[in-house]
């Protein structure tokens, strides 16, 4: 008997969890955090702002912005951005660091990078030839696919 309480406290448990940390909210560009503000400021002053989106997970708040034109950008819950999704246009080159600018450049002069993501290991970009690029945080290549 105390197993089977036990399990179904667990799952009780489990079920509130997920069920609060898949939470979307719509708000507005002035309640992401400055830092998120500052950088739409920064590099996408010209396009117009279609949905914003808080989503609650179970630790933290992620970000997410949505442009007219179907660009999109990640922010964590800082307002650091994590993923540069740009389907209507190039990714900005100031958001690019320029050893992996370089890369692209002289290897592949005719491609612009439509996508960038970033994380604790490193940068993954994707160009306009579908070819996705991966570096390390020494801007290293070490995986194409």
């Known amino acids: 008997m105390k197993k089977l309480a036990f399990i179904l406290t667990c799952m009780l448990t489990l079920c509130t969890t997920l069920a609060i940390a898949d939470n979307d909210k719509v708000i507005t560009v002035k309640q992401l955090p400055q830092t998120a503000q500052l950088f739409l400021k920064s590099h996408f002053q010209n396009s117009k702002v279609a949905l914003v989106k808080m989503e609650n997970k179970v630790v933290t708040k992620d970000y997410e912005v949505t442009f007219v034109n179907g660009n999109k950008i990640d922010f964590d819950s800082k307002g650091n951005w994590e993923e540069v999704d740009c389907k209507a246009s190039s990714v900005p080159a100031k958001v690019v660091p320029v050893q992996i600018q370089r890369y692209v450049k002289a290897n ?22 579908r070819m996705e690029l991966t570096f390390d945080t020494k801007y290293q290549l070490t995986k194409i696919d």
Not at 108 to 129: A, Q
Request: net charge positive.
């Open 108 to 129: 592949y002069p005719k491609e612009k990078i439509v996508k960038i993501e970033r994380d604790r290991k490193g940068y993954e970009i994707k160009l306009s030839n």
